[in-house]
DNA sequence: GGGTGATCATGA
DNA sequence: TCATGATCACCC
């Protein structure tokens, strides 16, 4: 289908909503399959065969199609169901590339973005409910190039093997075709005979799910593009510790004085701190550099000597039931989490100090895993992985609790690894596991490791 | 003091 | 009500 005007095609896309992928088919065979969803809504939604060129799907407008699939979540919300992928990446041409004129820009210009909801009973009644033109000039160019550039600097480099999906933050350098490929059927790699992974610029689930919310709810967002220009992402992380170490050294009951909060640590949540620091008022919307970023907040209490924390910090419950059928780290749930990180120190002398006059900010760090890092936590992320599929084995040992004894487990704790252990994270010790069929285990989570926490905080307050 | 399972507290 | 961030409290 050709469409002259751009109003056209909207007004097309307007008429597509509510229907379902067996009604765009009109009786023809559902084809089942990886990305069928997407091509039949291409072809019988679009009249567009299926195709890998380099122009755009409509190209006398210069508009780039993209069907984006949205999933139901366990609180019956709709969020984005995976990345979407922009353009393979050709590691040898890459570096010859200027972002101006680069095969990714050129994908990203404009897009039409379908949005459908995946129905996992039956995909072949998939709903079609909205649509969303992204223009790149409009929108997070600023992030998204220097994302490009952080690849193509590494690549450059001979590091294309070296590349990760969590070091950038917008546009990451996914891995593409199959999980098991083989490594003779990697790619050869600019200024290093050692070959490098086939991979793709892909749009991160966090991006989307931003311009997925924005289309349902336009106001949903604070951004902090309101309050200060930005050029690229070392600037806006630039902008947000600026903000927040402006404090280092005051107390949290200065802050809490100066910003009108009440006292008393239910307003000194992390998501409180932040907004307050950066300068936002009144309703507690999210922030959205923060979602788009992936970055999570955590405030850390820290002995202020050398800033060990208190506590090793927990990530929500790991069903074991679904990490035991879990193979590829990078494919994790847990992986997800790892996005990066804005670390907020809390300095006191003792764990006991409750004096909030007492308790100072530290200098806040934002923290990305690097691929050294991701490699070590991957290790020891196989290594839990394993012996949950193994089955864990639980021993009751006496002590003076409700219940007259604790129960322990054979999974790697904190001792063992040097960046991630898995402890129980339930409401008690009732709180049952229930979809780990192995072992009657209450829940648990990943937890960072203190030592993790503490060289974060170290290695950037030089 | 550090490691670990258990549990509190809070906000959506 | 429940998931989650945060912390407690027991043991070594």
Redesign the pocket.
């Known amino acids: 289908m050709i469409f002259s005007s751009k109003s056209k095609l909207e007004q097309h896309v307007i008429n597509l909503k509510g229907k379902t992928v067996n009604s765009l088919l009109g009786g023809k065979e559902f084809d089942k399959g990886k990305g069928a969803i997407g091509q039949i809504i291409e072809r019988e939604g679009f009249g567009m065969a299926n195709n890998n060129e380099a122009r755009p799907d409509f190209d006398n407008l210069g508009i780039e199609l993209k069907i984006l699939p949205l999933k139901r979540t366990a609180k019956n919300d709709l969020t984005v169901k995976e990345r979407t992928k922009i353009c393979s990446i050709n590691y040898v041409k890459l570096i010859d590339e200027h972002w101006d004129h680069s095969h990714a820009k050129n994908k990203l210009q404009e897009i039409l973005f379908v949005f459908y909801e995946y129905n996992k009973v039956d995909p072949s009644n998939s709903t079609i409910i909205d649509y969303l033109f992204f223009q790149l000039e409009n929108s997070d160019e600023p992030l998204i190039r220097s994302d490009w550039e952080r690849t193509r600097g590494l690549v450059e480099k001979g590091l294309a093997h070296e590349l990760s999906e969590s070091q950038n933050v917008i546009l990451a350098a996914s891995r593409s075709g199959a999980g098991g490929l083989s490594e003779d059927k990697w790619d050869v790699q600019p200024n290093n005979s050692q070959k490098a992974r086939k991979r793709a610029f892909s749009l991160k689930p966090s991006f989307t799910k931003v311009l997925w919310n924005e289309v349902r709810d336009p106001n949903g967002y604070d951004t902090i593009l309101s309050l200060q220009k930005y050029k690229d992402y070392k600037e806006l992380e630039n902008i947000i510790l600026e903000r927040i170490n402006k404090w280092q050294g005051k107390s949290l009951a200065d802050f809490a004085e100066y910003h009108g909060l009440e006292g008393g640590?239910?307003k000194n949540?992390?998501a409180t701190i932040v907004r307050a620091a950066l300068g936002f008022k009144g309703k507690?919307k999210k922030i959205k550099e923060f979602e788009q970023l992936g970055l999570t907040v955590?405030?850390t209490?820290c002995r202020s000597s050398d800033l060990?924390p208190f506590?090793?910090?927990?990530?929500?419950?790991q069903p074991l039931g679904e990490i035991q059928e879990e193979d590829r780290f990078d494919e994790s749930q847990f992986y997800t989490y790892l996005q990066g990180f804005l670390f907020i120190p809390l300095l006191r002398d003792s764990?006991e100090e409750k004096d909030l006059w007492n308790v100072y900010f530290g200098k806040a760090v934002i923290w990305r895993p690097t691929h050294k890092e991701l490699v070590s936590i991957q290790m020891e992320w196989e290594s839990i992985n394993q012996t949950i599929k193994e089955g864990v084995i639980l021993t009751r040992k006496?002590?003076?609790?409700?219940?007259g004894y604790?129960?322990?487990?054979n999974?790697p704790?904190?001792?063992?690894t040097n960046y991630i252990?898995m402890?129980?994270?339930?409401?008690?010790?009732d709180?049952i596991d229930e979809s780990y069929e192995k072992a009657t285990i209450?829940k648990q989570c990943f937890w960072f490791n203190?030592k993790l926490i503490q060289n974060i905080l170290k290695s950037k307050t030089v």
Not at 413 to 416: I, P, R, V
């Open positions: 640590s239910s949540s992390s507690q955590k405030t209490p060990y506590e090793a910090m927990s990530f929500p419950f764990r006496p002590a003076r609790t409700r219940k604790i129960m322990l487990n999974l704790g904190e001792k063992d252990h402890r129980p994270h339930g409401r008690d010790s709180d209450t203190k």
